[in-house]
T-cell receptor, first 113, second 115 residues
Framework: DGGITQSPKYLFRKEGQNVTLSCEQN?????MYWYRQDPGQGLRLIYY???????QKGDIAEGYSVSREKKESFPLTVTSAQKNPTAFYLC????????????FGDGTRLSIL | KQEVTQIPAALSVPEGENLVLNCSFT??????LQWFRQDPGKGLTSLLL?????REQTSGRLNASLDKSSGRSTLYIAASQPGDSATYLC??????????????FGKGTKLSVKP
């Protein structure tokens, strides 16, 4: 079945530690996105990539980094510079074009130890 | 700056009732509007996507309308069922500036359908 796989489902970070969230898709989509969701809030865009080897900052990119070396993969690193990383992180993908719907993974919940 | 608002924040209805969820956006320059469903602790499931040139979309018991000029969309759910209980999110794709092509979300309406 085609879809978006996020791993792990739960992740814990110690103070001063970097952690990486995985996102893989087999939908042959060109564009991929990372969102952050806080309780009672809408989703906010962290980073997005329209094509391999290219990515752009979203509204809340500070303290995060990404790479897009393969079309299928768009990992997100939460660095120690992100002072409030506890949140639910969602990855999405879509075909090229602003009129295309985005499809989402099941998310990763990140907590601080 | 585009802002998306969803009212009410929470809604509780008895099973079988027809209901309407509301979404408003501040700037009519959008490519499309998408309605999503989110179950607790889960990702988003796309329900309906309305392109800016369209007025409505239907899927089963769901009907979404779009009025770009007034900055409003509604999601109509017919004959609600307990399985419809979830948070419903509305999002628009901006048609301008640095946010062009990106989804901008409302905070959602949490729906509870009582048996």
């Amino acid at each position: 079945d085609g879809g978006i796989t996020q791993s792990p489902k739960y992740l814990f970070r110690k103070e001063g530690q970097n952690v990486t969230l995985s996102c893989e898709q087999n939908l042959n989509h060109d564009a991929m996105y990372w969102y952050r969701q806080d309780p009672g809030q809408g989703l906010r865009l962290i980073y997005y990539s329209q094509i391999v080897n290219d990515f752009q900052k979203g509204d809340i990119a500070e303290g995060y980094s990404v790479s897009r070396e393969k079309k299928e993969s768009f990992p997100l690193t939460v660095t120690s510079a992100q002072k409030n990383p506890t949140a639910f992180y969602l990855c999405a993908s879509s075909m090229q074009g602003f009129d295309q719907p985005q499809h989402f993974g099941d998310g990763t919940r990140l907590s601080i130890l | 700056k585009q802002e998306v608002t969803q009212i009410p924040a929470a809604l509780s209805v008895p099973e079988g009732e027809n209901l309407v969820l509301n979404c408003s956006f501040t700037d009519s320059a959008i490519y499309n509007l998408q309605w999503f469903r989110q179950d607790p602790g889960k990702g988003l499931t796309s329900l309906l996507l309305i392109q800016s040139s369209q007025r409505e979309q239907t899927s089963g018991r769901l009907n979404a309308s779009l009025d770009k000029s007034s900055g409003r969309s509604t999601l109509y759910i017919a004959a609600s069922q307990p399985g419809d209980s979830a948070t419903y999110l509305c999002a628009v794709v901006a048609d301008y500036g640095g946010s062009q092509g990106n989804l901008i979300f409302g905070k959602g309406t949490k729906l509870s359908v009582k048996p």
